[in-house]
Every structure is written in structure tokens, then in C-alpha cells.
């Protein structure tokens, strides 16, 4: 039997800062009605002044190492588009901290979609013997990049992380992950963007009012977000050789609700079958996946033996599916 990476462990943790829709329309030119109607979303948590990425995915770090009942792991990778620095990268800082100093620990930057691509490099290392326990980390703070007076960002984003552990297994067991459809577009790199900081601003020199802030067409993502996710998907399901009547949850980005029904009825699959916690959330970008299989396992909406199919899509553009059966992990 090949060596196969399984899923023994999770975690999810949000700042304390609560942001209700009531709370934006006291300062910026939108409603509760507008936000709840048009996204599903009823509220997020953004940091506070003084804390940062690497805060968030520590605390989900710890939380999934309790679950797998470890105190260590021998690799760290934390999905982000929004590092404490932009160099260097955030996970030797949460390894550090996780008292795990010396292990590999390296970013992956992929956007929303960031958690699947960290989570199939981190699969990869424990099915080749490159590690045996790999702490998996989505961790976002959007907050921190968003332009407070643009009520399409504001309104959709919050901070929040959520992580797995991966162990050596088979591919016969609950949490085995079979594998992974993954895909980008770089043609679409201004749909999703942050122009100025990088590389490409600072050798042009002087950047533009506001480009410091993240931007999204959202129109236009919103449609690719539907096709592609709903393609990824698909193709996962069928690579792992389920029809999609079979898939009991749908853990699609968190992005809106609107776009989860969406991809929904491309896949014929039965709204029940949703899982949704982007109404207290929000979308909280590399996080927004392991968090929402963390509140759906500690609320029973998620069982150990379910067929699940995971999904994203976000900023490159990427996007990206998978499947597993849903082990018995246990919510901290
Ligand atoms: N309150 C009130 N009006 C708002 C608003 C808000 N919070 N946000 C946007 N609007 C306005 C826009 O300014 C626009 O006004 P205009 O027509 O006068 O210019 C109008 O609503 C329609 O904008 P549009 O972007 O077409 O709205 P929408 O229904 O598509 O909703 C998003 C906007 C951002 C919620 C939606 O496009 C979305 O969810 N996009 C995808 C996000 C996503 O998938 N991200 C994944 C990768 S991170």
C-alpha cells in the first residue's frame, strides 16, 4: 500500500474584534440589508491594532496540534497573502513560536486558494517520506490591506486562520487525501490585486493614490469563481471516482453565499448540502476552508464517514479542488 497523507488533526481561531454589517453602515455608505442579501454575510473579526498574520496562524497552529494530541511536527507551511513581513516569509516566525524551531516552514501564496495549494505541498512531502507530521496553516489578515473606505472589500473580508495535520497512512482511511485539481490563470492578475509593494512597483518607481489597498472586479470574479470552482470540483470528484449524488458536503471558499449556490446548481448538488460559515465570518481568504471544516466539525454538520469535496478560488487567478472522506477529528 503506497504511503498516503491523512488528515489527523484541526484547528480555527478569529480575532477579537467583532465587525457587524450594522457597525460598517454606521460609517460607510451601505446597510445590513444590502450586505446580508447580496453576500450572506452577517459578520467578521478583524485584527486589532498590534496583531498581525503570524498571531492568527499560531493560534490555529496550536489548536490543530492539540487535536492530532502532538506536541510537534517536522514541517510548517502557511498559506498567506498577507505575511507579517514582505520578507521574510511568516511560517519559520509561527514554527518559532510553536516551539518548533528548526523544522521546514515556508509560505505558499496563492490567494484564497492558498490552503488547497499548501495543503497538496504538504501531502506531497509526508507521501514522498519528506516529513511525517506537517502542520498545514491558512492564516489572513485582509483587514490590514483593505482600503477602510471601500465598502465592496470592507464589507466581504475578515482575518481569521484555520490549520490540519497530515500523517502518514493509507488511502483507504478517513482523511486520506486522494488528490488534488489545481489550476491559475495569470492573464486575470488584475482582477484580485495589491499594485504597489512588490517588485514590479518599486523598480517603476512612484505608485498611484490608493495602490497600496487590495483591489477586486468583483463582478467578474464572481463569475470565474463559479465556473472554475464548479470545473475543479468536478474533476475531483471524478478523479476520485465519485458521482457527484454521492458528495454529502460541499466546503466551497467562503467567498458568498451567492456564489456557493451557485456552483451548487452547476453541480446539481442540493443547497443541504452547503457547508456555509461565511455569515459569521466572512471570507477570510487562505483561511476561510479550514476554517469552515473546523465550525462544521464542532457543530455535528460535518460527520466522520462523509464524502466531502472542497473547492476555492482567489487572487492570480487560482483556483483548485479536492475530496476525503471526513475522519473523526476532534474540535478544540
Ligand atoms: N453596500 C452597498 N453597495 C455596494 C456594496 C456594499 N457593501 N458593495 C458594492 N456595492 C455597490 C457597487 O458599488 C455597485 O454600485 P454601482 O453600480 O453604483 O457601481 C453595485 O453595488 C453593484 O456592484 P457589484 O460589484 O456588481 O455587486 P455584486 O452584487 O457583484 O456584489 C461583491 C459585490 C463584491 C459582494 C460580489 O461581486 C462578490 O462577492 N464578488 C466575488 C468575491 C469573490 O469571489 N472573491 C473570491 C476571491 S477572494
Not at 498611484?208 to 472586479?217: I, T, Y
Request: aromatic letters at 6%; hydrophobic letters at 45%; charged letters at 20%.
Amino acid at each position: 500500500m503506497s504511503r498516503t497523507a491523512v488528515m489527523c488533526g484541526i484547528g480555527g481561531w478569529v480575532p477579537p474584534t467583532l465587525v457587524t454589517n450594522a457597525d460598517l453602515a454606521a460609517r460607510l455608505d451601505t446597510s445590513d440589508e444590502w450586505i446580508t442579501t447580496r453576500t450572506g454575510i452577517r459578520q467578521r473579526y478583524v485584527v486589532p491594532p498590534g496583531m498581525s498574520t503570524s498571531d492568527l496562524a499560531v493560534e490555529a497552529g496550536r489548536a490543530a496540534l492539540k487535536s492530532a494530541d502532538l506536541d510537534s511536527a517536522d514541517a510548517v507551511i502557511v498559506a498567506t497573502t498577507t505575511p507579517d513581513r514582505t520578507c521574510p516569509a511568516t511560517a519559520p516566525t509561527v514554527a518559532s513560536r510553536l516551539g518548533l524551531a528548526g523544522v521546514a516552514a515556508f509560505d505558499v501564496a496563492a490567494v484564497c486558494t492558498g490552503f488547497l495549494y499548501a495543503l497538496a505541498t504538504g501531502a506531497g512531502l509526508v507521501s514522498t517520506g519528506q516529513a511525517d507530521r506537517v502542520l498545514v496553516i491558512g492564516a489572513d489578515a485582509f483587514s490590514t490591506i483593505l482600503d477602510p473606505g471601500d465598502r465592496s472589500t470592507v464589507s466581504v473580508f475578515g482575518d481569521g486562520a484555520g490549520a490540519v495535520v497530515l500523517r502518514p497512512g493509507e488511502a483507504t482511511e478517513p482523511g486520506a487525501l486522494a488528490g488534488f485539481c489545481l489550476g491559475s490563470d495569470g492573464s486575470l492578475a488584475d482582477l484580485i490585486t495589491v499594485r504597489a509593494g512588490g517588485s514590479e512597483q518599486r523598480s517603476a518607481g512612484a505608485a498611484s493614490p490608493g495602490d497600496e489597498f487590495f483591489s477586486m472586479q468583483g463582478r467578474e470574479v464572481f463569475e470565474h469563481a463559479v465556473s472554475k470552482m464548479a470545473v475543479a470540483a468536478r474533476t475531483a470528484a471524478e478523479r476520485a471516482g465519485w458521482r457527484l449524488d454521492e458528495v454529502d458536503r460541499f466546503v466551497a471558499h467562503q467567498a458568498n453565499v451567492r456564489i456557493l449556490r451557485a456552483v451548487a446548481d452547476q453541480l446539481d448538488l442540493d443547497h443541504s448540502r452547503l457547508v456555509v460559515d461565511l455569515d459569521r465570518v466572512g471570507n477570510t481568504a487562505a483561511a476561510s476552508i479550514p476554517l469552515a471544516l473546523d465550525h462544521a466539525n464542532a457543530d455535528g454538520t460535518l460527520r466522520p464517514g462523509d464524502r466531502v469535496v472542497a473547492a476555492a478560488f482567489g487572487g492570480g487567478a487560482t483556483w483548485g479542488a479536492t475530496t476525503f472522506v471526513w475522519p473523526r477529528l476532534r474540535s478544540i
